[in-house]
């Protein structure tokens, strides 16, 4: 039990480059066996409710599809976590960025403002990519010039974002002539996202999302703002010590954040639904925190890691309805995934040895 | 003859490829002030870690009083009679002397802490060996001195019979150390066998009745103090003749030109008043035991820290507290702590080379970085400044201590400054990266910089600066070219009219 | 104004502030006993998720309510010995830990609640805690007191003993030292990681059991998003209360007197804002209260720094 507690981890001089990429892939087979007692609990078979999940979710064109369409808000969510963790600023607010994003997008795109659509279409994304980087704005500010933590600040907007959305949805955004829940006015159909494939729900948001990953992950390489970034997440004592402005930096990393998590929304409401309700996410930006982890903060990885977690909602949602599994199972996967995430890309860098 | 306190037998010890402890073995015989001599990275503090169960060695056994020792368990050293000063003390700052003190006395379970009775103990322990403190201050308040006087009540109340202290005169004044040593003779005539560990080669001389001297992990040499010279153990320490030192205390080539001005600053909260002006071509010395505002004033001459009051002038302008703006100026800085501050570890060293000068034109065009630029750069100065690294892309933190400070103090220097803020500079580092730091520093004081050298280690200062003030409490002295050791160390304790030229 | 005045002082008032502030108490002790030995704990949320459900089933399947309680402090205390494992042992990020945690024990609730109750239309309910009514007889707080259920009243024991524990035990000091200086403790002769994790089990159980106490106490059924950022106020009403018992319990009390008189104000003034608003003030406000301590807050200085032994 002493050697256990006391088990000592020492630094890997190089990282072998296979483990560093077989970390996710050991994390999520680790996950899947774990979760397997789960099915077995439920009462089904456990390889018949893993085939469905996967079949559901990459087994024909309809389901690629699916899964496409739920990628499209994680990949952004994805990036809004993976850009801020970077900077070590835990944006754990996601989720309400993305409704104060919808929101604003739904104000612009949905209103009668006599604007031709090629300029009201762009300002309808700035609109929803403002709303998001505004909200994040207070929590960041409130770290640089009050010292106060991020985490429970970004955390406790959500309750406020999503409440404040109620209101508008209870009023002034309100669609008068649709019954039961409340839900927003349409986007006008011109501004909306068009579609890519024919009989699916993939939309343009797709194609916005992946190229700014690619984007993204340029900025962090080849630009002096991405190496900000970088000298500031990794250190941002040496970074001031340097000259590098970190209040600055942490203040644009919280924007630029932000506005992905707002254009998640904008996504959402201008390419899926057509327009706002409470229940639009099903939080996706708290699985962007993980989408982000699973891929190691990496920009190009995150896209790979929200089409898993998002075949993962889609799988679990048919299988759920098959064999009777409880479609919770997909979050329970996406958490277990995350925490052995962890585990293993901390056994890739150091070794660990008992006494 | 008593047998042995301790015995050391075989003691290995690896840190990846490194060897901190090769096979050492050594015994303390009762009563006996035993000094364990080397350089840094000889390997003194790893075999007392080890000893105190810190670490565990990776062969090798130890017996204290006859018994053997359980290893890596600090809890069974101190059972066993053993105590330890560490050297960056391990107190709570935010609790008080009593509550470190009582810490892990009690057994852990017990419903109440007998405070009362601890208190009184610590009371008559401290009056036994004169190691006056208050029990109810918090850590915080204190001072080095009084700080390192808890570390050994620490031991002393749990009834240690072996004490080991691990560098313990690198934070105190010249006078602070007669006190301490007093204070080892009062322990050893109650008993105690005692460790000392020490680069310092007079005071181990002074102090102990056999000297070991460890070599890159090797126990080399055991001498009798009465038989042995100062010259003989830095030989033995180093592995080589070892010439005296660099230079002497001269006029060197300075010029009146007055380069930096500090006009009566006051920063942080530590540091009260400092006014001082560095001329073109001088190396300007600040000595001060830690604590006493001198990190706030390297703070504020690397534009860390805005002053509250007063002001810095490089040239003939006011400078803005913005570390950038001292880049812009010419002002080369080397940073006290090298790891966390001089360098962004995780950062490749090409990037750590670049981190203060990457907006500039030959390194950046419109947002984008110049890669192949930075990394010319790089290659410089990893040439000119002697860095061992394993290639530009390697992250920083995979070099050694001196290594990094070469890099930091490359980039400092390679764009000759005309200004450099030097703070510790060579704490930790081996006798070679030190003599190279050296040099450098005399070579930038060749082409005419101005130099400022903050540091604790008073042979430092001796050895390469050309006028010397202290800080004490947060001020500073005013600056001589003719102290003695006695004079300084005064000053450094409190008594500031040392500080003023004495008649011929 | 005089409305305000008047609900301020009506016991029912007093009564339902303290019943408010009951989950807010077990949790901020949590998170304060998490904090001192130096480990941030966000798997709050979850935790309280949790101990809520697992109280409430053991209770539903036959268990008494006093079981029950025990039930979600084990089941607290078990997601608390998989954080430490994870942050102490291994040295993971204490931030993603924690929501990873939270994650877990949240959607692991939600599954079993399902797996167990898969056809139900509204949620099966049990027999609640009674009122205690111990301390009939004081004035002024006698009233107030009697109406609160055992687990608040253990609610107000537990303040007391945790600062007892903490300012005049050897283990409180142990705790508090390896949130200050790991090494200090272990120069010592003590496991940093030992009380480290003891730490953190204890609080995760009595996070636990605050969860439990919306289940089995506050109301008689388990609902999902009943947590509601309950856990989250918790962590910031820490910070407001400098890591001190004495002060957490001022924090909880006053954040739910608050929150009662937000209810109160919303049900009674004809509602003329919208009632969104009124429910934005617990998280609004303890943001400012952040805000406002932020500054001069006294961190466990080792708060967040994981403690690698014999590491160069």
Not at chain 2, 47 to 59: E, Q, S
Not at chain 2, 187 to 196: H, K, N, P, Q, R
């Amino acid at each position: 039990m002493r050697s256990l507690l006391n088990l000592r981890l020492e630094a890997r001089a190089r990282v072998p480059l296979a483990m560093a990429l077989a970390s996710p892939f050991v994390a999520v087979a680790f996950t899947l066996l774990a979760c397997a007692g789960l099915i077995v609990w439920a009462g089904a078979p456990v390889s018949r409710a893993y085939a469905l999940l996967f079949e559901s979710a990459f087994g024909s064109r309809f389901a690629i599809g699916e899964t496409l369409t739920r990628a499209t808000p994680l990949i952004l969510t994805g990036l809004s976590c993976a850009v801020a963790f970077r900077a070590h600023f835990y944006n754990i607010g996601a989720e309400g960025q993305l409704y104060l994003g919808a929101l604003a997008a739904v104000a612009v795109g949905g209103s009668a403002i006599a604007l031709p659509a090629p300029i009201l279409f762009p300002l309808m994304i700035a609109a929803g990519m403002a709303a998001g980087a505004l909200l994040l704005a207070v929590p960041a500010l409130a770290k640089t010039r009050l010292g106060v933590d991020e985490v429970v600040t970004t955390l406790l907007l959500n309750f406020v974002a999503l409440l404040f959305v109620s209101m508008m949805l209870d009023g002034p955004m309100k669609d008068t002539t649709a019954m039961g829940w409340p839900q927003s006015v349409p986007i006008r159909p011109e501004l909306e996202f068009g579609k890519l494939l024919e009989r699916s729900r993939v939309h343009v948001g797709l194609i916005i999302a992946v190229a700014l990953a690619l984007a993204l992950w340029v900025v962090n390489v080849r630009t002096t703002f991405g190496y900000e970034m970088r000298a500031v997440g990794a250190n941002a004592r040496a970074a001031r010590f340097a000259g590098i402005p970190v209040d600055s930096v942490m203040l644009k990393t919280a924007l630029l954040s932000g506005a992905l998590a707002g254009l998640a929304g904008v996504g959402e409401v201008a390419g899926r639904a057509g327009y706002l309700t409470l229940d639009m996410s099903p939080g996706y930006g708290y699985s962007g925190i993980v989408i982000a982890m699973l891929a190691g903060l990496n920009p190009l990885g995150v896209v790979l890691a929200a089409v898993f977690v998002a075949g993962l909602i889609v799988g679990a949602d048919s299988m759920s309805r098959a064999v009777g599994v409880p479609t919770y199972l997909a979050d329970v996967i996406v958490s277990v995934s995350l925490l052995s995430m962890l585990v293993a890309t901390m056994l890739a860098r150091y070794r660990v040895r008992w006494s | 003859m008593p047998p042995p306190v301790l015995r050391l037998s075989g003691i290995t010890k690896r840190f990846g490829a490194l060897v901190a402890n090769d096979a050492i073995s050594l015994e303390l015989a009762s009563g006996e002030v035993l000094a364990l001599l080397g350089e840094n990275g000889a390997g003194k503090s790893t075999l007392v870690n080890i000893l105190f169960g810190h670490y565990v060695g990776d062969a090798g056994a130890i017996e204290a009083f006859g018994e053997p020792l359980p290893p890596g368990d600090p809890a069974s050293a101190l059972a066993a009679g053993i105590g330890m000063v560490h050297q960056h003390f391990t107190l709570g700052d935010n609790l008080s002397v009593l509550d470190n003190v009582l810490l892990g006395t009690e057994k852990l379970w017990r419903p109440f802490s007998r405070r009362r009775e601890a208190r009184a103990r610590l009371t008559e322990i401290s009056k036994q060996f004169g190691l006056t403190v208050d029990a109810n201050a918090r850590i915080a308040d204190l001072s080095v001195g009084e700080r390192q006087r808890v570390e050994i009540l620490k031991a002393l109340y749990r009834g240690a019979r072996i004490l080991i202290l691990d560098e313990p005169t690198a934070v105190l004044t010249p006078q602070e150390s007669e006190a301490l040593f007093a204070t080892l003779k009062t322990l050893v005539a109650d008993g105690l066998s005692i460790i000392f560990i020490s680069h310092k080669l007079d005071e181990v001389l002074a102090v102990s009745q056999r000297i070991a001297v460890l070599r890159q992990g090797r126990l080399v040499a055991i001498r009798d103090p009465a038989a042995s010279s100062k010259a003989e153990l830095a030989e033995l320490m180093v592995g080589r003749r070892v010439d005296a030192p660099v230079r002497k205390l001269t006029r060197g080539v300075s010029t009146p030109e007055v380069l930096l001005s500090v006009r009566e600053l006051t920063a942080g909260g530590k540091l009260t008043r400092a006014s001082f002006e560095v001329r073109r071509g001088e190396i300007f010395g600040i000595a001060g035991v830690s604590g006493n505002g001198q990190a706030q004033l390297a703070d504020a001459l690397c534009g860390l820290l805005p002053p509250a009051q007063g002001e810095i002038r490089i040239g003939n302008r006011s400078i803005s507290p913005d570390p950038h703006a001292f880049v812009h100026a010419r002002v080369g800085r080397v940073p006290e702590d090298r790891s966390s501050v001089g360098i962004i570890g995780d950062l490749a060293i090409w990037e750590n080379a670049i981190s203060e000068r990457y907006r500039e034109p030959r390194f950046a065009r419109t947002g984008w970085l110049q890669r192949d630029a930075a990394k010319a750069q790089a290659q410089r100065i990893v040439e000119q400044f002697d860095v061992r690294c394993s290639g530009l892309d390697a992250p920083a933190k995979s070099m050694s201590g001196g290594n990094i400070q070469k890099l930091i103090l490359g980039r400092a220097l390679v764009d000759d400054p005309q200004i450099i803020i030097a703070s510790q500079p060579t704490w930790g580092l081996d006798v070679g990266a030190v003599s190279y730091i050296h040099g450098e520093l005399l070579a930038a004081r060749e082409r005419g910089a101005a130099i400022v050298l903050i540091s604790e280690d008073l042979d430092e200062l001796f050895a390469i600066a050309d006028r010397i003030a202290v800080m004490f409490h947060g001020v500073l002295s005013e600056a001589r070219d003719d102290w003695t050791v006695t004079q300084i160390g005064l000053a450094m304790a409190g008594g500031a009219q040392f500080a003023h030229a004495q008649p011929a | 104004m005089t409305e305000m005045l008047d609900i301020v002082a009506s016991a029912p008032f007093w009564i339902a502030v303290l019943r408010i502030a009951t989950p807010l108490i077990f949790g901020t002790i949590g998170v304060l006993l998490c904090e001192r030995a130096g480990v941030l704990n966000l798997g709050i949320e979850g935790i309280m998720v949790a101990g809520a459900f697992a109280g409430w089933l053991a209770v539903y399947q036959g268990a008494s309510l006093s079981t029950g309680v025990l039930v979600a402090a084990a089941v607290g205390a078990l997601f608390g010995l998989l954080h430490g494992a994870l942050t102490v042992v291994l040295a993971l990020s204490q931030h993603v830990t924690g929501l990873g945690i939270t994650l877990f024990a949240t959607s692991l609730s939600y599954y079993a609640y399902r797996v167990s109750f898969p056809k139900v239309s509204s949620p099966p309910t049990v027999n609640p805690f009674g009122e205690a009514h111990l301390f009939d007889g004081l004035p002024a707080i006698g009233p107030v007191l009697s109406a609160q259920t055992p687990l608040t009243l253990l609610a107000l024991a537990i303040v007391p003993l945790i600062a007892y524990v903490l300012y005049r035990t050897p283990v409180g000091l142990a705790v508090r030292m390896v949130g200050e200086n790991p090494a200090a403790a272990e120069g010592q002769g003590l496991s940093v990681n030992g009380v480290r994790i003891g730490a953190i089990v204890t609080g995760s159980a009595l996070m636990g059991v605050g969860g439990a106490f919306l289940t089995l106490s506050a109301f008689n059924a388990f609902y999902f998003n009943m947590i509601n950022g309950r856990g989250w106020i918790c962590v910031a009403l820490v910070v407001f209360a400098s890591w001190r018992p004495g002060k957490a319990l001022l924090g909880a009390i006053l954040f739910a007197a608050f929150d009662a008189l937000q209810l109160r104000l919303q049900q009674s003034s004809g509602a003329t804002l919208p009632y969104q608003v009124y429910l934005m003030i617990p998280y609004l406000l303890s943001i400012l209260a952040l805000a406002l301590v932020a500054r001069r807050a006294a961190y466990p200085q080792a708060l967040m720094k994981p403690y690698r032994k014999g590491e160069r």
